[in-house]
């Protein structure tokens, strides 16, 4: 390996370790953010009767995947019962 | 005694210790496993787990568990003298501590990225669970009080530290919202405020504030009698006492307004420039040490031990603590750090070396105070400033940092910048532990609320109030926080009982998988010993002159007495057959294509 590529590696490896843990915290704080409005549109999908499960109903095709890697973090490994499923 | 060479013996027994020990711990302990699947593979999700390069998992983890406190405790312990602190970091961190983290590493990964504690559950038992949970609490109480009296003392003798490290904190917010609200991506904004932090100390010389005393203590008997019948000396350190307790309430406003903030906000930003300060004081020193070589012109062992100084033996293995062995690595190592290795043999690396770091920072704290420092002081100087074992405590970060100025002088840095630099290092990791620390206790608090539906503790401002306010009676108890560091003691202590509960853990486990459980059974042993006796030792100072130092010393030897029965009970079912014999056994060994997932 040359040495410029070498000096490459070094910086690239000394930038990730600054900026990793800080893309970490990013990435949770948006999960919690999205969590919180899983919550409040797909409600119905938990058993908790949402009044305005017409209007959230629209949103399903949209959210569907995002409801997957939410129930995961939730710790369910299959998606709760609620007449569909995604997984 | 020339420093380059203290320098050079302490690296290369790091390093020998990193080739030929761990790699027997590696091969023929452990048994680590190229092929085995880890908890950053089976569990990939992007936030907690995910596969990271072994060196850059090295970086996390050597910044995570670095901090202000493998500086404090060998600054204090070098009392003694530089030979038993030397020894200790070395032989402690080569025997003791990297088996410990590199344990904790492991084991972790190897039950599906678990935390400590949960392993405790699994392994010894539940009650063990509740024994770990009051231990960490007690760490975090005491962390947080230590933490806020080192702070206040660094701000009243280096008033240059007050103007960067109050700017750095609107700097870090304004990254933080800046990162998280705007496209501006994490690298320029982050390095604009590691710039702009350099750009605060060298104003810091100008500009030097002095909180102004708003208390107005009177002099206690103590003091008027160490002045010696000097009214105007006798005064000066009430007025210090009342500068120390406005600071230690400015740290614990600030410790409860930072840990309710989100974590990106101000917390993430600080880690940041924290960890370039590291890679960049640990530099400074060494090249330091490297241009000048001063003469560690500190006794190797000290024969003018002051009266009221115990004996090195046993207490030096509780006033260091995290520069040899430090429970506190066990968390780390087994709640975030086990959830990205990459691979099962990257623990070695990572593990094991990250404890040689920790080691290599407390073996430059040694090096700053015992030459740097004592070079600037001279022998009498240097005596003076450790001429009683509460000065030691109080004044033995001072003695680090003076020591960095003169260290960074020797390769052009100007003193008085670089004395701030060195305070300001110490200063912002003690007060992101303490943000984090107030964090913890909240958490915990909350927890005990909902467990005793006690309904108030569930909210959580007020946990946070709870919390800092249980600190504060603690930091500014002993002698209106002058007495603060008398603390320390308690806090190793403390940090060496988690360090030998996780060594526990694994003992057993090894126990039960017939391989060697001596290098993890014979520091667990060590470390019960010598915080058991040094324990006794405080207990005995503390009893009828200081109460509260009294109780704190008796809940904490509880703790112990209750754990050693807990190791006992729990090697003897071992013993029997009955530890786990099998690890994560819902864990498929997959050979899988080691190109194709990284």
Known sequence: ??????????????????????????????????DAFMVATMADALGVPSPVELYTLELLPYLMEDFHAWHRRAGLERAPEGGWRCC | MSSIVLLIAGLSAFVTGYLLYSRYIARHVYRLDPDFVTPAHRFEDGVDYVPTNKHVLFGHHFTSVAGAAPIVGPAIAVIWGWLPAFLWVVLGTIF??????????????????????????????????????????????????????IIANLFIANPGAIFPIWMAMPTALAVGLLVYRTPAGILVPSVVALVLLYVYIWIGQYIQPQLPDFFGFAPSAAQ???????????????????????????????????????????????????????????????????????????????????ADAPGWFPLLFITIACGAISGFHGLVASGTTSK????????????????????????????????????????????????????????????????????????????DVAVIFAAVVVISFAATTMDTGVRLQRYIIEELGSQYRIQPLQNGLFASIVAVAAVGVLALGIDRGAGGMRIWPLFGTTNQLTGALTLLVITIVLLSLKRNFWITAVPMVFLFFMTTWAMIDQLGRHFGNQW??????????????WLILEAVTAVRRALKGGGPTSLDPDAEKVVYDVTGTR
């Open chain 1, 1 to 34: 390996m040359s040495l410029l590529r070498r000096l490459r590696t070094v910086l690239r490896i000394y930038e990730e370790i600054g900026v990793a843990p800080y893309r970490r915290e990013i990435l949770r704080a948006q999960a919690r953010q999205r």
């Open chain 2, 96 to 149: 003791a501590g990297a088996v410990h983290d590199f344990g904790a590493l492991w084991l972790s990964a190897r039950n599906r990225g678990q935390s400590i504690g949960t392993l405790t559950q699994g392994v010894i038992g539940s009650r063990a669970r509740t024994l770990f949970l009051l231990i960490i609490f007690f760490l975090l109480l005491m962390v947080n009080a230590v933490f806020a009296v």
């Open chain 2, 224 to 306: 008027i009698q160490a002045a010696a019948g000097d009214p105007v000396a006798a005064a000066a350190a009430a007025t210090t006492d009342g500068i120390r307790a406005g600071w230690v309430i400015i740290m614990l406003l600030y410790g409860l307004l930072a840990s309710t903030l989100p974590v990106w906000l101000l917390l993430q930003p600080r880690d940041y420039i924290n960890s370039h300060q590291l890679f960049v004081a640990l530099g400074v020193i060494g090249l330091g040490v490297l241009v000048t070589n001063p003469p560690v012109v500190a006794p190797a062992i000290s024969d003018h031990l002051p």
């Open chain 2, 340 to 415: 990205q290795l990459d691979r099962e043999t990257d623990a070695r690396f990572v593990g094991y070396g990250g404890m040689m770091g920790e080691g290599s920072l407390a073996l430059v704290s040694i090096l700053a105070t015992t030459a740097g420092f004592a070079v600037y002081a001279g022998l009498e100087g240097w005596q003076a400033h450790y001429s009683s074992f509460a000065s030691a405590s109080a004044g033995g970060v001072n003695a680090f940092v003076s020591g960095v100025g003169v260290l960074a002088e020797g390769i052009g840095i100007p003193h």
């Open chain 2, 548 to 561: 509260m130092l009294f109780g704190f010393g008796a809940a904490v030897f509880v703790l112990e007495l």
